[in-house]
């Protein structure tokens, strides 16, 4: 397995978030249906974000670059570059409050094993 440079990874994201008409670029880091981890690069224009969506179960938030917020209708947390959210288990949403970028991780159920 090659290393992936998330800094880098980061940069790329950024730039197209940018340009892109709804301020948002992401790509898959690591997983996919069969993989019961998912890693997502989302990056994030200064002023957008993901409007308010249901949780996606267990998952974290690390700012790898710029300043986020996350609110929920209990909770608001605002995080800078190398700060690590634990995602609510409800409702909630995700504003850059400066150009940023975020790698998502989420722990899905894979359902049963198989072998190859």
């Known amino acids: 397995m090659e290393p992936i440079s998330l800094t880098t990874l980061a940069s ?9 008409t709804s ?22 224009a200064a002023g957008r974000g993901l409007d308010e969506h249901e949780s996606p179960g267990e998952a974290t938030l690390q700012v790898l670059h710029g300043r986020v917020r996350v609110a929920s209708s209990n909770d608001t947390w605002e995080g800078a570059a ?8 409800e409702r909630h ?6 150009d940023s970028a975020v790698l998502l991780t ?11």
């Open 82 to 89: 190398g700060d690590y959210l634990v995602i609510p288990p």
């Open 12 to 20: 790329e994201h950024l730039a197209k978030a940018r340009e892109n």
């Open 23 to 44: 301020g948002r670029s992401a790509q898959t880091v690591h997983g996919g249906h069969q993989h019961a981890l998912r890693q997502t690069l989302i990056a994030l």
């Open 106 to 116: 989420v722990a899905v159920d894979a359902g049963p094993a198989t072998t190859h």
């Open 93 to 98: 949403n995700l504003t850059a409050l400066d």
